[in-house]
């Protein structure tokens, strides 16, 4: 499959390149003088380059260039120059046989971040010469999309499919995607959704989404690399105040609305009280943002409570979520900047998702907890409290070389309860296992006065029981990050070297059945306990640390741009593992001691281990307005602490079936990726991007199961990780940008790729292990559970802001947007079942009952079929009017516009979503039971078969069973 796309694009690229060869054309030149804007001196040895080619020329001692036989077209035009603004001058037109005269004036600017770039011109429609593959979104269009939050935005992108679980880059899991803020990861290490904070988009100024050719300075990110950079206070004041809600007036009955309501705001400007005080200037930006919804489910708690939270002002809906950012710049003087900020979110709700261990489900499905939907007040609620601070430093010592320093503390803490209970009651009094049970009146079965049984409960938590989960873990990570950066060679060489370094304090207290060994009151004197500690548990607290050292060298010559460079990474498991490695007590199996002491390098008695990660990227012009770049890259991600640090202390054991052992000299999960593609400026507003991406993963984490003597010398079975698994994934992908005049802009993008490996979690090898054996094994290559073939995404953004010049004439017609989005995506992947037969009938023994399924045993059938194909268009029109300096925008917001019902969760029988269209009528039930389209599986109540033995959830109820149907927004917003 490689060699073939390799073949595919060299061919491609040939079929460019060939005809320009065997045809003589006739060219045009550019010429021009560059001088200094403050003096008019000319400047002597400034850079001139045609992006997207070869061609270049250097200023002669009269500041002149002269650019000879460039074929007729438009380009884009960069001058560069140490202590000189770079400047970018598009839409430059060359004509055949004629000479396009281009003088430019350069003013100094002392060098603050290797990129800026003052564009003269329609800004590109996108960076020819790039040589990773990212998106980058503006403020702008990411005002004009339906979105609120970052995972929303980045959903929007190539290459991403966004879904109820989760976002998944190029075939990657959820949590391999890194998440930069202002230059801060803000993953949550430990709940493996990969965003830790919630941030509105109102406090976006811009988001790059990095899909192939990471940089060498993001680490611990095997996918790619969502990257947000925040707004700052300008020289002016500047704000918004906005509210949008779905249910205004007397729609609250309509079945878009899912009481949604979000206020945003902001703020920026200058710090008046310190002007004068204080050599340069200082400006300051704050937005907040407050989004509450019941959901498309509509089904709540009568009060959504956490024990984190003091009090339930915070949760007033289903789904809360308010984040807030503040954040002061000091521009001291040219080239020297003083940055700091706090962020901070948080979100109550509960679903499941805000808990999703490195994709460790089986399946991927949406976290509403469907059991206790009758009975939401006893479910889990998951709190997520987190916020990030940083102080950052940005200096130009020369004109050719400037550093960073940045200091940051990121901290996030996740508390699930049963809605806001203790941990655990102080007296086991009452049944605490929710169960669904027969309630009054009971039903017989057969109906009528003599009987045999009495039909079950609704398959719903229905007996006062609750949640049995009970967590809290927090992460906090100190961050010391520096660069410097030089430029050499006039502007034609920049040298990168940085220096990362993290300090980690993890804590995780993972309970299940809590109340498990609480006191049992026998009577006013007598009271029985155990030492257990739930069902199961896992708490540990540790002190890690990881770093890297890394290094770029970027180099142009003639066109060509190549990017080498590599990260060395280190880690420190902390002495939590190195104190139980040396304590002969620890249940760590003796091998695993050897080799973690012979792996590891010793600094300053603690052990820590490294690796060399090089990355390669490289870009260069076959022909005008054409370039091929290729992709190299070495990336790692370090396992999921708790498969390293559970179970670990002698005299804190889970002694439940198969507890988790943490395996101390567990390697990163690594990923080989390569990709190879062409970009080309067909014209100033028509781009085109070929991609051909492919990686594989190596050293996945699996599970095994080992024999342990713990501190009381009792022999017992523990689930242990390994390094064993690996994936690959293979893909093309197809790009088209299209800018019509001022007002019309839009892209197309389609992408197909194959996500395959030996297993999709680390639990696949563990129900192998559980069932004896008799499972799926994991050393078949089959598709992972949550690749989807096809992703086509478009989108189109209209805009006309004529005053005095209003579409077709029509005075209504003007000062409006309006944005159209639509997607088509394979559906959810799943393991078919096949038929095995009838059950027998309860009365008659006869098997003649409801069909058998079972799930197909043969290997390579695992996850080998996707579900129905998702659509969906979403929509936006946005119009305002303008007083003096403040404007009023008015905003239509509809999701899912045709209101498609898209599955999320499919009936692995027949291939589809569980139906909703059964009868009440029971005669017409029964008449539906040859009808293989209803058919179910085991685990599913079937409402076509009253049947006394049959105690399951009825899933076709489950209003999680669709993504959210339409959903229309209406919005008010001050802009000034």
């Given at each position: 499959m ?19 060869a ?19 001196e ?13 061609f270049g ?6 500041g ?34 004629e ?6 004036e ?94 509105g ?5 811009n ?5 192939g ?13 969502v ?97 807030g ?50 009975s ?24 050719a070389t400037?550093?960073?320093v ?12 049963a ?43 229905n ?15 100190i961050?010391?990050?520096?660069t ?12 990168r070297v ?8 993890y ?5 299940s ?25 896992d ?23 190549a ?69 190299y ?44 593609g ?57 790009s ?6 001022h ?5 197309l ?6 996500a ?59 000062q ?11 559906g ?21 009952w ?16 996707t ?66 389209r ?17 105690n ?7 209003p ?17």
């Amino acid at each position: 499959m490689r060699r073939t796309l390799l073949w595919l694009l060299i061919l491609t690229a040939a079929g460019w390149i060939l005809p320009a060869a065997v045809h003589a054309q006739a060219t045009g030149n550019i010429t021009g003088v560059v001088t200094d804007r403050d003096d008019g001196e000319t400047l002597i040895g400034v850079n001139v380059i045609v992006r997207g080619t070869s061609f270049g020329d250097a200023t002669n001692l009269d500041g002149e260039f002269n650019i000879r036989n460039i074929r007729p077209g438009e380009y884009a035009l960069e001058f560069s120059y140490i202590g000189y603004e770079r400047i970018l001058i598009t839409g430059v037109r060359v004509v055949a046989g004629e000479t396009t005269t281009l003088d430019v004036e350069m003013g100094l600017q002392p060098l603050t971040a290797g990129d800026e770039v003052l564009v003269i011109g329609e800004r590109p429609i996108f960076d020819i010469e790039k040589s990773s593959t990212s998106t980058s979104l503006s403020r702008e269009q990411i005002a004009a999309a339906p979105v609120r939050r970052v995972d929303e935005v980045v959903g929007m992108t190539a290459g991403v499919v966004r879904d109820p679980s989760g976002l998944y880059i190029r075939g990657g899991r959820a949590n391999e995607t890194g998440f930069v803020i202002d230059g801060v990861s803000a993953q949550n290490p430990l709940a493996g959704t990969g965003f830790g904070l919630d941030l509105g988009a109102n406090a976006f100024q811009n988001v790059e989404v990095t899909t192939g050719g990471v940089d060498v300075e993001f680490g611990n990110a095997t996918s790619g690399v969502v990257s947000v950079e925040t707004q700052s206070g300008g020289e002016s004041f500047s704000g918004n105040f906005a509210h949008k809600r779905d249910n205004p007036g007397r729609m609250t009955g309509a079945s878009s609305n899912f009481f949604t309501d979000i206020y945003d705001f902001s703020l920026g400007g200058p710090v008046p009280f310190l002007d004068g005080v204080l050599p340069g200037s200082i400006s300051f930006f704050m937005a907040g943002q407050m989004n509450i919804t019941n959901e498309f489910m509509r089904q709540t708690a009568d009060q959504v409570e956490s024990s984190l939270i003091s009090n339930t002002m915070w949760s007033p809906r289903q789904d809360n979520r308010y984040s807030g950012l503040f954040k002061l710049t000091y521009r001291i003087k040219p080239g020297m900047r003083l940055e700091a900020a706090y962020n901070r979110s948080l979100v109550v709700n509960q679903n499941t998702r805000m808990l999703q261990i490195i994709g460790d489900d089986v399946q991927i499905r949406p976290g509403y907890q469907f059991f206790f939907e009758q009975s939401l007040d006893n479910a889990n609620t998951y709190a997520n409290d987190s916020n990030m601070a940083y102080v950052k430093w940005t200096h130009a010592v020369s004109n050719a070389t400037f550093y960073d320093v940045q200091l940051s503390r990121f901290f996030t803490r996740l508390r699930a309860d049963a809605n806001g209970r203790n941990w655990r009651p102080e007296f086991v009094d009452g049944e605490f296992d929710a169960a669904s049970i027969i309630t009054f009146p009971i039903t017989p079965f057969p109906a009528g006065d003599q009987f045999t049984y009495a039909l079950p409960g609704d398959g719903f938590a229905n007996n006062g029981g609750i949640a049995s989960l009970w967590h809290d873990h927090f992460a906090e990570e100190i961050t010391l990050r520096s660069t410097v950066t030089s430029f050499l060679a006039d502007n034609n060489h920049r040298l990168r070297v940085g220096l990362e370094m993290k300090f980690k304090n993890y804590q995780w207290i993972d309970i299940s059945r809590p109340w498990v060994g609480a006191p049992i009151q026998i009577d006013d004197e007598t009271e029985t306990q155990t030492g257990r500690l739930g069902a199961t548990s896992d708490i540990w607290n540790v002190r890690p640390a990881r770093g890297a050292l890394f290094v770029s060298d970027q180099i142009r010559y003639r066109g060509l741009i190549a990017n080498i460079g590599a990260r060395l990474e280190y880690w420190f498991p902390g002495s939590y593992v190195d104190n139980f490695v040396d304590d002969p007590l620890s249940p760590i199996p003796n091998v695993v001691r050897e080799a973690y002491m012979n792996e590891t390098y010793s600094f300053f008695g603690r052990r820590f281990k490294m690796r060399l990660l090089p990355r390669i990227n490289v870009s260069f012009p076959v022909r005008e307005n054409m370039v091929m770049y290729f992709n190299y890259s070495h990336k790692s991600k370090l396992p999921h602490p708790t498969h390293v640090y559970a179970g670990l202390d002698p005299f804190y054991q889970d002694r439940s079936f198969l507890s988790n052992l943490g395996n101390p000299n567990l390697n990163p999960e690594m990923d080989i990726s390569y990709e190879i593609g062409f970009r080309y400026q067909l014209t100033a507003n028509d781009a085109l991007n070929v991609t051909a991406f492919w990686s594989d993963k190596y050293d996945f984490i699996t599970a095994e199961r080992v024999n342990i003597v713990d501190a009381a010398g009792r022999e017992s079975e523990r689930t242990f990780r390994v390094n064993g698994d690996f994936a690959r994934v293979r893909g093309l992908e197809l790009s088209y940008l299209k800018r019509y005049s001022h007002f019309l802009q839009g892209s197309l993008s389609v992408t197909y790729s194959r996500a395959e490996g030996l297993s999709s979690t680390s639990n696949d090898a563990l129900s192998n292990i559980i069932s004896g054996g008799q499972d799926f094994g994991n050393n078949i290559e089959t598709p992972l559970a949550w690749d989807r073939p096809w992703d086509i995404k478009g989108n189109i953004i209209f805009t006309w802001d004529r005053p005095n010049d209003p579409l077709f004439g029509l005075a209504p017609l003007n000062q409006f947007r309006l944005f159209l989005s639509g997607m088509y995506r394979s559906g959810i992947r799943y393991t078919p079942m096949v038929f095995r037969g009838n059950e027998r009938n309860p009365v008659t023994g006869v098997e003649d009952w409801r069909p058998i399924y079972e799930r197909d045993p043969d290997p390579n059938r695992r996850f080998s079929e996707t579900g129905e194909s998702w659509v969906m268009f979403d929509l936006t029109f946005e119009r305002w009017i303008n007083i003096g300096s403040t404007r009023i925008r008015g905003t239509l917001e509809i999701t899912n516009l045709f209101n498609a019902k898209n599955a999320a969760i499919i009936n692995p029988v027949t291939g589809r979503a569980y139906r909703t269209d059964y009868p009440t009528d029971p005669q017409a039930l029964i008449a539906l039971r040859d009808d293989r389209r209803f058919d179910v599986p085991a685990n599913v109540r079937d409402p076509r078969y009253v049947d006394p033995r049959d105690n399951n959830s009825p899933a076709y109820l489950n209003p999680a069973n669709f993504l959210e149907q339409r959903h229309i927004m209406f919005g008010l917003a001050i802009n000034f």
